[in-house]
């Protein structure tokens, strides 16, 4: 059975303004979800326009304030336009989670296609870096600036048909750690989630139930689904402005 979130009484994120990457369905809806409920007044991307309105309904019907921007995250442009939408809706912001991601190149390096290769990695890579970047003013006013990031284990132990993705998820968490050693100076912590092995997008009308993996390669591992990966979300967001930097947070089972 799936874990509920714990209780959002205390609105331990009112006040604050957080944007999530790839915030229309799966681990980036849920997540927004979850801040919301906590107090905040949340911003998502996506590259769908329906699927912001589906999480942006969500939101209001529970009360939260929700804000959303179509947007293609791979350019550097498109990063800016979307902080400066935040910036022009909300005047303030002061998390981040770079969400958005994907894997579109589960072959094998003699046997993938070097576009799809590439493109794996801007979408998991570059994308955090543009709006990193960008979102770094707005940050820099904030009295418990955050930055986070969705990382995975597969930065950390590729299989052999996504080697796009965990370099990129590597990458990823080397750009973590460079992030909080240069931003600690403006009073941001940077932290890196990985949530192990999720059923992020359950078809609407489908159940799912967490279990654990009996075997193989995965023996040992949770597989949970896109709700109870929320409350390490809402931890790590709760911290105090002086709280961990430069660390990892994982759900997983097994030695990463």
């Not at 989670?97 to 576009?115: M, Q, R």
């Not at 080697?163 to 080397?174: I, M, N, Q, R, V």
């Not at 390669?217 to 930097?245: I, T, Y």
């Amino acid at each position: 059975m799936a874990f509920n979130a714990p209780s959002m009484t205390g609105k331990l994120l009112k006040g604050r303004v957080a944007l999530i990457t790839g915030g229309g369905r799966g681990l980036g809806k849920a997540i927004a979800l979850a801040y919301a409920k906590g107090g905040a007044k949340v911003a998502i991307s996506s590259r769908t326009q329906s699927e912001i309105e589906n999480t942006l309904e969500l939101i209001r019907e529970a009360g939260g304030v929700g804000f959303g921007f179509a947007v293609d995250l791979v350019t550097e442009q498109g990063a800016k336009d979307l902080i400066s939408a935040v910036d022009s809706e909300f005047g303030q912001l002061d998390l981040v989670f770079l969400n958005a991601g994907g894997n579109i190149a589960k072959k094998s390096i003699e046997n993938v296609d070097t576009f799809d290769w590439l493109q794996t990695v801007e979408i998991n890579l570059y994308t955090a870096f543009h709006v990193a970047k960008a979102s770094l003013p707005l940050l820099k006013k904030s009295h418990h600036g955050q930055i986070l990031t969705m990382g995975s284990g597969m930065g950390r132990r590729p299989d052999q048909t996504s080697s796009a993705y965990s370099a990129a998820k590597a990458g990823l968490w080397s750009l973590t750690q460079s992030m909080a050693i240069e931003f600690a100076q403006y009073g941001i912590t940077v932290n890196e989630m990985i949530p192990g092995p999720v059923n992020a997008n359950i078809p609407e009308g489908e159940n799912f139930e967490p279990y654990i993996v009996k075997e193989g390669a995965w023996e040992n591992e949770w597989f949970k689904g896109a709700d109870d990966v929320v409350p390490m979300a809402v931890f790590l967001a709760s911290q105090h402005q002086n709280g961990p930097s430069g660390q990892s947070f994982a759900l997983n089972r097994r030695l990463l």
